[in-house]
């Protein structure tokens, strides 16, 4: 089979975001960045990535959560390879997602620059 994958970028459960709808795929490639204010007491940015369903509700295909003390320990920025994992403990979750995070500018005046690049 295959999946109509999306992504949904949220900060502290506020969803900021949504890529397109990359249509039948296993290996969808968005190649999207956004750049977002950041609240200064934020504690975490979570990337859900969906999967697009005419009929019912999206489903979850798993998700990725970094936290502001992740972001802390990497000054330029995260790049790379991220595992998804589950949101519902009885769905097996399987896949990762390319993902580049920096935080810029300065406490009290930040904006989070983040890329969706891929999934496979």
Do not use: N
């Amino acid at each position: 089979g295959s999946s109509d994958p999306y992504c949904i970028v949220k900060i502290d459960d506020e969803a900021i975001i949504r890529t397109a709808t990359v249509w039948k795929t296993l290996s969808p490639f968005w190649g999207e960045e956004y750049e977002v204010q950041l609240q200064p007491g934020f504690h975490s940015i979570s990337i859900y990535v969906m999967d697009e369903d005419a009929l019912s509700r999206d489903d979850v295909i798993g998700k990725v959560c970094i936290t502001r003390d992740m972001l802390a320990e990497h000054p330029k920025g995260y790049s790379g390879w991220v595992s998804l994992s589950e949101v519902d403990p009885d769905e097996e979750v399987q896949g990762e997602i390319h993902l580049r995070v920096e935080v810029l500018g300065s406490p009290g005046s930040q904006r989070l620059r983040c890329s969706v690049l891929e999934a496979r």
